[in-house]
Structure formats: C-alpha cells, structure tokens
T-cell receptor, first 116, second 113 residues
Framework: GAGVSQTPSNKVTEKGKYVELRCDPISGHTALYWYRQSLGQGPEFLIYFQGTGAADDSGLPNDRFFAVRPEGSVSTLKIQRTERGDSAVYLC??????????????FGPGTRLTVL | DAKTTQPNSMESNEEEPVHLPCNHSTISGTDYIHWYRQLPSQGPEYVIHGLTSNVNNRMASLAIAEDRKSSTLILHRATLRDAAVYYCILRDGYGGSQGNLIFGKGTKLSVKP
C-alpha cells in the first residue's frame, strides 16, 4: 500500500525566497505532523493537524512558517523569506488518531531543503 | 513527555544480538515507552512499544525494568539493514497516545559484517 509521500525530495532555493513543501498522508489518516531535522539531531516537532485544523502549532519557529491542510488530507508547509538556517530535512508523518496506546506515526522520506 | 537518555552510539557484529539501553528515570505511571528507528536517508519508523510487561514483535523485543526507570530494545540477530539511529520516546497514554513525538538524539547503531 502507499505510504506517506513528500514532494519535492530535494529543494534548493536562495535566501529570501518562498518555498512550499507538500505531504500526501496515508489515506484515511486523520492526524498529520510536520517535523524538521537538522544534521546529527533527532526530528523536531513543528505542527500537528487533526483533520483540517491545526491542533498544535507550538513548534513553528516563527511567523515565516505556516502550514495548511484544507481538505483534511494533503498538507503544505510554507516558508516565507527563507534563511540559511532553515536548511534541514522536513519530515511529514500521519497517523490514524486511534485512542489506544499506539497511534503509530508513519513517516515520509522527507524533503531536503537547502537555502543558499 | 518525560526525558530519555541513550548512548550516542553502539557497535554490533552481524548475526549477534544487540541490546540498546534507554534510561527514563522520571517516567510517569501513564507513560508508554516507544521505540522508533531511522535508517539512513529515510524517515523514522515504528519499532515497538510497551508499558510494564516485556513485549515481542517481528522486529524486536522490549525489556522494561520492574521500576520502569529503564528499558532495553533487543535485536535478536543484527543484520546490516539494522544499522540506524534508534530513538527511545515516552508518550503519555492517558486517553490514548496522541500528539507529536519528542525525539532526542538517539543511539546510532553500526553493524559490522
């Protein structure tokens, strides 16, 4: 079956530009998460959606970062006025939002963003 | 979610068992212990989780100390494909474990042929 997919796999942009990163979750998964991973570090939480609404956006570093999920499926992470420090791998995950102890998150392969 | 402590790196020989430790001395009564791993150039993947009793699945076993302040992920026969960063994560299971995962730096496992 299809897993979580992310596009593009690599994105190179110039400082100050706007970028959009896309995530296609597993069909039927109501929860969607965005994480950012810098070299040598574990993934760092950015934002979490339940359906169409952002349930927790406390991890977004500043107002240059924004994410949407208008129909409760595909999500787009948007970064305005990119800075070199935004360079990282951006990971998306989805889960069923089951209320048991598991709620396994399934991750995509990530988008590697490089800001020159 | 409470904090976990893991060694930065470990080495293993192929076909031998591997024991990956995790300390979580401030674990609460409703925290589940989850393990994820991240293969090179991939997103993390779920390995196993448990609360109090030891757990086994097709990928690994999880041994949980009686006081729950530590746990050990056991790979019974390491293969080259098991070379990855392994993350030990606590999740509050009250009402269901939901919300974001809090990753540390994990343990980078190297497997020698």
């Amino acid at each position: 079956g299809a897993g979580v997919s992310q596009t593009p796999s690599n994105k190179v942009t110039e400082k100050g530009k706007y970028v959009e990163l896309r995530c296609d979750p597993i069909s039927g998964h109501t929860a969607l998460y965005w994480y950012r991973q810098s070299l040598g570090q574990g993934p760092e939480f950015l934002i979490y959606f339940q359906g169409t609404g952002a349930a927790d956006d406390s991890g977004l570093p500043n107002d240059r970062f924004f994410a949407v999920r208008p129909e409760g499926s595909v999500s787009t992470l948007k970064i305005q006025r990119t800075e070199r420090g935004d360079s990282a791998v951006y990971l998306c995950a989805s889960s069923l939002m089951s209320r048991d102890s598991t709620d396994t998150q399934y991750f995509g392969p990530g988008t590697r963003l490089t800001v020159l | 979610d409470a904090k976990t402590t893991q060694p930065n790196s470990m080495e293993s020989n192929e076909e031998e068992p591997v024991h990956l430790p995790c300390n979580h001395s401030t674990i609460s009564g409703t925290d589940y212990i989850h393990w994820y791993r991240q293969l090179p150039s991939q997103g993390p993947e779920y390995v196993i989780h448990g609360l109090t009793s030891n757990v086994n699945n097709r990928m690994a076993s999880l041994a949980i100390a009686e006081d729950r302040k530590s746990s050990t992920l056991i790979l019974h026969r390491a293969t080259l494909r098991d070379a990855a960063v392994y993350y030990c994560i606590l999740r509050d299971g009250y009402g269901g474990s939901q919300g974001n995962l809090i990753f540390g730096k994990g343990t980078k496992l190297s497997v020698k042929p």
